[in-house]
């Protein structure tokens, strides 16, 4: 068993060598096309995490001042209770600082030392708003915007309606270069193996007429497409987590509706294995097309 598994690893190596270049190439496909698509995936598991809590009816949220008094909170209460009197406001919610942190650690679940260290103390209370319709948001926003005590107020409609229009595009446009990337990088492992048969065509002949088994002369080559898979899929996963990181410190230091967008390490991780999935299949999946046309297996 020792004595095959060291053939197999030792006939894997000789093959890599000899077609070194078109090897190298086909890593640099499978890296770029699976780190294309890893970059389509984080960008869509961002936008998931950022509309999360905008998905259900709520149309624009009013933060106050860390250090807002309760003077101040009650004022913009008396506007909302106005604005539900005269049938411009359906409903709205307060959200304590106790709320608040709770609302955060259920956005960061899947990732709880996100939410290590934060005292509740350091969040701003806040009310969510419903107008009776959505074209009332803009005119309700500016109203309770001037208020006092009042830091900011989201309207993420408009926001949302641009970033999901944005991130379909590029999900279309990393799809449709996925998959050219892909062919490519099929192409290049397809024709590394094929080459390497070629070469090895008159030692194949002489295996079978001894006896050796159909899998005994394909394994060899179906592990040389999988190294060049795993490699550029490893790479690729490095990429993901590399964009995870820089995303999630650019995002950090943003608005309260940009902070709403978020990474997680399961999301990174989740990714890369999804992407050195991929890899492998993508490896032995076209080592076993090129055996096809030297090897009646």
């Known amino acids: 068993m020792f004595a095959k598994l060291r053939y197999f690893g030792r006939e894997t190596l000789i093959s890599l060598r000899r077609n070194l270049l078109m090897t190298l190439a086909g890593i640099i496909t499978v890296t770029v096309s699976l780190s ?53 406001v359906r409903s709205y919610q307060f959200l ?14 899947s990732n709880p030392s996100l939410s290590e260290g934060i005292d509740a103390s350091a969040l701003p209370v806040s009310f969510r708003v419903a107008p ?4 009332l948001t803009k005119s309700l926003a500016a109203q309770y915007n001037t208020l006092p005590g009042v830091q900011e107020v989201d309207t993420p409609e408009k926001a949302l309606k641009s970033i999901l229009s944005v991130t ?7 799809t449709i270069a996925f998959v050219l990337l892909l062919a490519a990088a099929l192409f290049l ?26 899998w005994f002369v394909r394994i060899p080559f179906l592990a040389e497409g999988l190294v060049q898979g795993i490699i550029g899929a490893g790479i690729a996963f490095g990429v993901v987590y590399f964009l ?21 390490n399961q999301d990174a991780w989740s990714i890369g294995f999804l992407v050195l999935l991929l890899g492998a299949l993508i490896g032995v999946g076209a080592s076993a097309v090129g055996l096809r046309r030297f090897l009646d297996v």
Not at 96 to 109: P, S, V, W, Y
Not at 132 to 135: D, F, G, I
């Open 168 to 174: 379909n595009w590029i999900r279309r446009a990393f």
């Open 96 to 109: 304590n600082k106790q709320d608040a942190l709770n609302e955060f650690k259920r956005l960061t679940q």
């Open 36 to 88: 294309v698509l890893g970059t389509a995936l984080l960008v869509s598991r961002l936008v998931d995490h950022g509309t999360a809590k905008w998905k259900h009816g709520v149309k624009f949220e009013i933060f106050l001042t860390v250090d807002a008094t309760q003077g101040q909170i009650d004022g913009v209460r008396s506007a909302l209770d106005e604005a539900v009197n005269t049938k411009r």
């Open 244 to 264: 995870k990181v820089r995303l999630s410190g650019a995002l950090r230091g943003g608005s309260h509706f940009v902070q709403a967008f978020y990474l997680t």
């Open 132 to 135: 009776v319709k959505a074209e």
């Open 189 to 214: 492992i397809v024709n590394t193996v094929r080459l390497a048969t070629f070469a090895r065509r008159r030692e194949i002949e002489v295996m079978k007429l001894v006896g050796a088994s159909n």
